[in-house]
């Protein structure tokens, strides 16, 4: 068995769900990524899990030139949920595959989460989950994309999104200790520093496309999988 923590508290979910104007920035319920937090010393809920399965084969996901593992998911090819969004593989061609010299792996219970949660649907057409590392190795990222809808295209809903995110990667790393705007290869990137040793990330790319990362450990393997994006 191996642990992993599959959602937010119920008290930090309750705050993220609250209504907001226009399309909810709300929609970090399945936020897994940031509760695996550091080994701190902190306690933390966890859920025991069975292992996920080994990938019975590989493949290639559009857009991306370098073949990647697909694990034996419920969706390998996409599905879509009864809200209308989409689980979409092809998310992933507007990052690097590999990070750290390691492929990035479907992150099949946060995309659950997000199925079952509206606000998902209220913002997005289209998302995609994957990570690499577990909250026992020294370094793991993990990272959200998804395809803004054209009402979700805007300052406010981006700005909603950076700070629920923010707030929940550092809800269980002690704290946002400090954010600033970086420019990390050609990107503006938003980044927090957890006091906890969890660095957050989001970004908007220019087709719609709204990434988020956490991540830990000293390769700072967010930054790097960001330092990849063409």
Sequence with gaps: MRLRIVGLPGALLARLVRPRTGP??????????????SLSGCSYNVVAQTPTPEPTGTGVRPGIATQVPIEATPWPNGTIGADGLRIDPSLMSNIPSIVGGNPLVEYVEVESAALDDSHYADAFSSYYAAHLGDITDLNWVEVTLGALKPDAQSQDFYTSWRDDWFNAACSQADGIGSTSLQQINDWQVDVAVCNGGVDAYTLGLDNGVLISIADFGPRRLGKELIQGIN
Excluded: G, N, Q
């Excluded at 909810?24 to 937090?37: D, E, K, M, P």
């Design 24 to 37: 909810t920035a709300a929609t970090l319920a399945a936020l897994a990524v940031v509760t695996a937090v």
